[in-house]
Nanobody, 126 residues
Framework: QVQLVESGGGSVQAGDSLRLSCASS????????VAWFRQGPGKERSFVAV????????YYGDSVEGRFFISRDNTKNTVYLQMNGLKFEDTAVYYC???????????????????WGQGTQVTVSS
């Protein structure tokens, strides 16, 4: 069992930066691919970024490529999402999710991930 807890969300101005954290108490976490998804008001949950259990490879959604960066520290059982140049449309609840396998064909699908956190709210005002 892998339990995930997100933190680091908040309310910021457009152009600001935030760093989200996804922490797990389970030792197996370091063997899992971990992804970030987000769900804006009235929208479906969508893919943001994913990193394999080693941290590479990494993949990003088109709307965040070049602004957001995913990294992980397996000694701390934590995955990070550094978000730079935040935009109003980045407003969402951000979720981390874990899978024992990184599917190169389906990493962007919510159904590929077994474990999910409760989410952390990010609000960007323009």
């Amino acid at each position: 069992q892998v339990q995930l807890v997100e933190s680091g969300g908040g309310s910021v101005q457009a152009g600001d930066s935030l760093r989200l954290s996804c922490a797990s108490s389970g030792s197996a976490f370091s063997q899992y691919a971990v992804a970030w998804f987000r769900q804006g008001p009235g929208k479906e949950r969508s893919f943001v970024a994913v990193a394999s259990w080693t941290g590479h490879p990494r993949y990003y959604g088109d709307s965040v490529e070049g602004r957001f960066f995913i990294s992980r520290d397996n000694t701390k059982n934590t995955v990070y999402l550094q978000m730079n140049g935040l935009k109003f449309e980045d407003t969402a609840v951000y979720y981390c999710a874990a899978s024992p396998v990184l599917s190169l064909a389906n990493y962007f699908r919510t159904g590929e991930y077994t474990f999910w956190g409760q989410g952390t709210q990010v609000t960007v005002s323009s």
